[in-house]
């Protein structure tokens, strides 16, 4: 059992029961957040009338200020504590989403969703550090079960209490009662997070590096949105102009904003933190294109629509920690590559939806997606963490963190690119379903296909157990 005793090198008064309930609700609010919202893009699109490419940037603002400033938020961690900039993060998002649900224009809107993932940047790049910090080696994995597992069941519990939420209240009520959380959260963690300056590492702040990332993310992923114009084939070449210099001046600079060389010398670290990129780039857009599919094509409410949804995150939730255990017996590359081939096939059975699937093939489908991707999570998690060394543990948690919302914004962005060639600046809605339901296919298929290289990344990353 976790025993609520204070750590070295914090406050004795500071319980770690209390830093582990803290972290865990301020990592449950984010995934509960995306997955709740999913289920409201039908009705903001009506109250604002959005186009396809519109009505995605509501879930794109968001995940690109969170991968622009993640990277930035762990170096300041660094610099002046990792309470400061847990305190501020909690701060920024709880401010922002009160802002959301009052929100009167798109506009407002999405500049709102930006700070609001400023604000989730912050608290995900302190959370784990913080357990790690209160937690001795004999606890910490347990403590860090516990808070992945609230991933899990944000994603669970979002699409059902989101289609309740937008249902009963409108969807401005999901934002609201995120804000609530985060004020608890925040008074919480004032009075019961200890001090931890006395840890920082001091040093100064790779501000080039810094915008060199956020530029590269931000040009990258636009341009990827408005393809097939030229504009976004400049975006896109710009793009990777940014990310070269990036690498350069990361590779040269003596306090880089984030340690590239690690890549280059770990190969179990830089093959599984790819895999990771992929597998989060296959299958973050499934509930954000299933939530469409229901309620425009199926007719479902948003009630029963976040029921069918629902069940792959309840899968994994179940299935992670187990996977996660196993791993420690088993070469993780066996599991984890295991994970990625049966996500590959349940996003192969989404392709062929149409207007008179049933919803229990839909439910069968979200299920084997389930379990490839708890099969995946975990193990591959445990091959990163365990192939480096002590030092390196924050960093390669960052880079997790930084995958993580990389893929996100890639699978987004491909969302986007091809509702905007296949739909193009028209409403998505029942008088456009042949065009959506196209859209959709193709989005599945190139996802499966994008999953299928991810095996082989997952299988060549090499035994973590030689």
């Known amino acids: ?76 961690a660094d610099m002046f504590g990792k309470r400061r900039v847990f305190l501020a993060g909690i701060l920024v998002f709880a401010l922002f ?8 224009s798109i506009l407002s809107l999405l500049i709102y969703r930006t700070f609001q993932g400023i604000g989730a940047a912050m608290i995900m790049t302190t959370g784990i550090a913080i357990i790690s910090d209160v937690f001795p080696p004999s606890e910490r994995g347990q403590a860090i079960g516990i808070n992945v597992a609230a991933v899990y069941i ?14 009963a209240f409108g ?15 925040f008074v919480m963690s004032l009075l019961r997070i200890g001090d931890d300056r006395q840890k920082t590492a001091g040093g100064s702040m790779d501000i080039a590096g810094s915008l060199l990332y956020g530029a590269s993310l931000i040009t990258g992923m636009y341009g990827l949105t408005v393809l097939p114009s030229a504009g976004g084939i400049g975006l896109l070449i710009t793009g990777a102009i940014f990310l070269g210099m990036f690498v350069r001046h990361e590779l040269k600079t003596p306090c880089p904003v984030m340690e590239l060389r690690l890549f280059s010398r770990n190969r179990v670290f830089a093959f599984s933190s790819l895999a990771a990129l992929i597998n989060y780039g296959a299958t973050f857009a499934v509930s954000f294109l299933l939530s469409l599919y229901l309620q425009y094509v199926k007719g479902m409410t948003p009630q029963s629509a976040g029921i069918v949804l629902v069940c792959q995150p309840v899968v994994q939730a179940l299935l992670s920690p187990l996977a996660g255990r196993l791993s420690d017996r088993v070469e993780p590359l066996l599991i984890a ?34 379990i490839g991707f708890a099969l995946f999570s975990s193990p591959n998690m445990n091959a990163i963490m365990s192939s480096v060394e002590k030092q390196y543990f924050g960093l390669a948690s960052g880079t997790v963190s930084t995958m993580r919302l990389i893929g996100q914004m890639l699978s987004m962005a491909i969302a986007t690119l091809i509702f905007s060639v296949q739909i193009g600046k028209g409403g998505v809605g029942s008088a456009r379903q042949g065009e959506f339901l196209d859209a959709v296919s193709m989005a599945f298929m190139v996802f499966a296909v994008l999953c299928a290289v991810g095996i082989w990344f997952s299988m060549k990353r090499g035994a973590l157990r030689a």
Request: hydrophobic share 55%; net charge neutral.
């Open 154 to 167: 944000g994603l669970s519990t979002g699409p059902f209490a989101g289609g309740i939420l937008t249902g």
């Open 171 to 185: 969807w401005r009520s999901i934002f609201l009662v995120i804000a609530v959380f985060g004020i608890v959260c």
């Open 337 to 370: 590559s295991a994970g990625m081939s049966l996500s590959a096939a349940g996003l192969a059975l989404l392709i062929f939806l149409d207007a008179h699937t049933p919803t229990a093939y839909i439910v069968f489908s979200l299920f084997v997606l389930g």
């Open 97 to 104: 989403s009160a802002c959301l649900g009052w929100a009167g």
């Open 1 to 76: 059992m976790l025993k609520s005793v204070g750590n070295e090198g914090l406050p004795s008064e500071t319980s770690k029961l209390t830093v582990l309930a803290v972290t865990t609700i301020t990592t449950f609010m984010t995934p509960f957040m995306i997955s709740a919202v999913n289920l409201a893009l039908p009705a903001i699109q009506a109250e604002f009338r959005l186009d396809a490419v519109m009505l995605s940037w509501i879930a794109n603002a968001y995940l690109l200020a969170a991968g622009v400033f993640m990277v930035p938020a762990g170096r300041f």
